[in-house]
């Protein structure tokens, strides 16, 4: 299998105020073309500083990402117009249109006019917002705001989708919906990586699940291996074992 | 990246901030009716005294009567104060425009010329006239020197002394003073504060982050942003300056292009320490804090309200740090003594400094990395 994103030994360390937190500690993994990968690990264990990392956002302090062959921190220029990122917040202007998100995303990505007239009315409807196109998106519901957010990401039709706990707080409809469109992009060739807090979605969607607890990989393999090496009948007893019962904020 | 591409992005932002800025109704009205209340408010409610102010006497009389006079004027101690009012200068030979332009170029507050024959004409008991010329772009001072002269002539030398006083920029009242430096400080306080605050806020609820994932520069979304506030300042400051001279008839007596010039690379500048005081604070209600801390006291210190020819030295020496004290003296030279480049290039060069220096460390500070 082809390697899309090549990750060796990389670590990230804050320098805050006062601490220095290592957020991300020397972790090394693949991501294969063509996959759904799902990241897992309790709040605070690396998931977005390592997501920042590999789409160019942040710098790391030490170690290297190839994304398509680019390295991240040299080649920022070559990996963002194939890349898609969907954050952990929302981040859409409230003060304009669902469309005009849309547009903003597309102009600046360069999509011809044409062609991103044709997809905006293609997504809109595909995430069930047609009818909501021209409201400003502060208005929106938390489920329309992360529908809308999705789409954002893929108006250039990327090929690499970083998606940032795309379900965390939303209602099972909007979950399903989010499922869908994550199969349908990955039937279409592309490759998917998203954090989620919710076991049974990286169990049934993903191809490999890879484990995180502060900073460091402590697991990575199919659903099904990740099971069977502990003995567990769902991921979520493989999580619990791996990252321990204390809760963490 | 080619130029033609990142001039194309930068007016994707741009128009985004265009479109952002006019949906915010409440925005309005602080855009464009604070200003004029504060001109109407401010200026019809302030006076003011005057130190140490600078004046020119040409005196080509030789006589005993004329350096007695001067010698008056020069001790002179206001009632309530402790230093003397004028600080004077000699020359003689010297002609009503020559004078003038003395005054144009802010060397003197005022100019009096006395005449050759003053001292015989004092001596023989003939009435003789004395000229004096005022910068009256600075109403308070002006108003005040003229006060002063008249009555010192009215109490010593008698009736026969007249004095004459040219308008040379025309009629000019409190009002024409307070409004170009209204303007600067308007233009001043909105870039640094509409900037910065949306910058804060796309940090805030995310949306830098994806703007940032694009293929568009830093630079680009720089001049976007810059490009509008250039736009919406500009706008700005040509309506409050028609809203001022038609309902108020404020005096405009120069070049609209110089405005334009002095408030483009004023914005700037402004553009700059918004981006820069946004790039240090950690969300918009720091932000807010912070600009406050910035603007506020050029609000204050710079010479908007009353001229700074009569504040003490460590107040003037505290103006010359901000850079809307120049603002103020180019806009007021402009705007009020109608005069061209010349003599607003020394504030003309340190507003391009301040430009270049702001907007420097607020590209610096833009970090993709947010
Ligand atoms: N910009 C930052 N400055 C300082 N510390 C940070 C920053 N971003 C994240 N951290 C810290 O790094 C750790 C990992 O955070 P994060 O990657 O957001 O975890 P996750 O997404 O898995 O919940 C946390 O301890 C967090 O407080
Ligand atoms: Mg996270």
Redesign the pocket.
């Known amino acids: 299998m082809e390697p899309i994103i090549e990750v060796r030994n990389l670590t990230k360390i804050?320098l805050?105020r006062r601490a220095k937190?290592t957020?991300?500690d020397d972790i090394s993994f693949d991501v294969n073309r063509g996959e759904i990968f799902g990241m897992i690990?309790?709040?605070?264990?690396?998931?977005?500083?390592?997501f920042a990392m590999m789409s160019t956002l942040i710098k790391p302090t030490s170690g290297s990402i190839k994304v398509s062959g680019f390295d991240v921190e040299k080649e920022g220029d070559r990996i963002r117009p194939i890349i898609g990122i969907v954050p952990?917040q929302y981040s859409l202007y409230s003060d304009l249109t669902a469309r005009e998100n849309l547009e903003l995303m597309g102009n600046l990505y360069d999509v011809p006019k044409k062609v991103m007239k044709e997809r905006i009315e293609y997504y809109l409807k595909l995430v069930n917002l047609e009818a909501q196109a021209d409201r400003f998106t502060g208005r929106f519901s938390g489920g329309m705001k992360q529908r809308l957010s999705v789409v954002s990401a893929v108006i250039h039709d990327p090929a690499i989708i970083f998606w940032?706990e795309p379900t965390t707080g939303l209602d099972p409809q909007t979950r399903q919906a989010i499922w869908k469109l994550a199969r349908k992009f990955n039937t279409e060739g592309k490759t998917l990586i998203f954090?989620t807090h919710y076991m049974e979605e990286a169990d049934k969607l993903c191809d490999r699940v890879a484990i995180?607890n502060v900073?460091k990989l402590v697991a990575l393999d199919t659903p099904q291996n990740l099971k069977r090496a502990s003995n567990s009948a769902s991921l979520e007893d493989v999580f619990i074992h791996l990252t321990g019962e204390e809760i963490r904020d | 990246m080619n130029i033609k591409s990142e001039l194309k992005k930068s007016w994707i932002i741009m128009i985004k901030e265009f479109k952002q800025i006019f949906r915010k109704k409440a925005l309005m009205i602080p855009l464009f009716a604070f200003p004029l209340i504060m001109i109407i408010f401010f200026g019809y409610g302030m006076g003011g005294t005057v130190k140490n102010v600078d004046i020119l006497v040409v005196n080509d009389d030789t006589g005993t009567a004329s350096s007695s006079l001067v010698q008056e004027i020069g001790s002179f101690i206001p009632k309530y104060g402790d230093v003397k009012m004028f600080s004077i200068t000699y020359t003689k030979d010297m002609g009503q425009s020559e004078a003038e332009r003395k005054i144009d170029a802010g060397l003197y507050k005022a100019v009096l010329i006395i005449p050759q024959d003053y001292s015989e004409r004092v001596a023989k008991n003939e009435s003789v006239t004395l000229t004096l010329l005022t910068d009256s772009s600075d109403t308070t001072s002006s108003g005040i020197i003229i006060n002063f002269m008249k009555q010192l002539f009215a109490g010593t030398a008698g009736s026969l002394v007249s004095l004459k006083i040219p308008d040379i920029y025309g009629k000019l009242e409190y009002l024409d003073f307070l409004t170009p430096a209204v303007i600067a400080l308007t233009v001043f306080f909105g870039t640094v504060q509409s900037t910065g605050y949306a910058i804060a806020g796309e940090r805030q609820d995310g949306t830098i982050v994806r703007i940032m994932m694009t293929p568009v520069s830093r630079g680009a979304v720089i001049l976007g942003k810059t490009l509008h506030q250039l736009i919406l300042q500009l706008a700005r400051a040509v309506i409050l300056i028609l809203g001022a001279t038609v309902i108020l008839g404020v005096t405009m007596n120069g070049s609209w292009l110089l405005v334009a010039l002095v408030l483009i690379i004023f914005t700037f500048g402004a553009v700059g320490l918004g981006i820069a005081m946004s790039a240090i604070s950690e969300d918009m209600t720091s932000f807010q804090q912070l600009s406050l801390l910035f603007t506020l006291p050029s609000m204050f210190a710079t010479g908007v309200f009353y001229p700074l020819s009569s504040v003490p030295d460590w107040m003037r020496w505290i103006a010359y740090t901000m850079p809307l004290t120049f603002a103020n003296n180019a806009m007021r030279t402009i705007m009020v003594k109608g005069q061209g480049l010349a003599f607003i290039a020394n504030d003309l060069i340190i507003l391009i400094f301040f430009a270049i220096f702001y907007f420097g460390l607020g590209v610096y500070l833009f970090r993709r990395e947010v």
């Open positions: 804050f805050s937190v957020a991300v690990g309790p709040n605070g264990a690396g998931k977005s500083t390592t952990q940032d954090t995180m900073g």
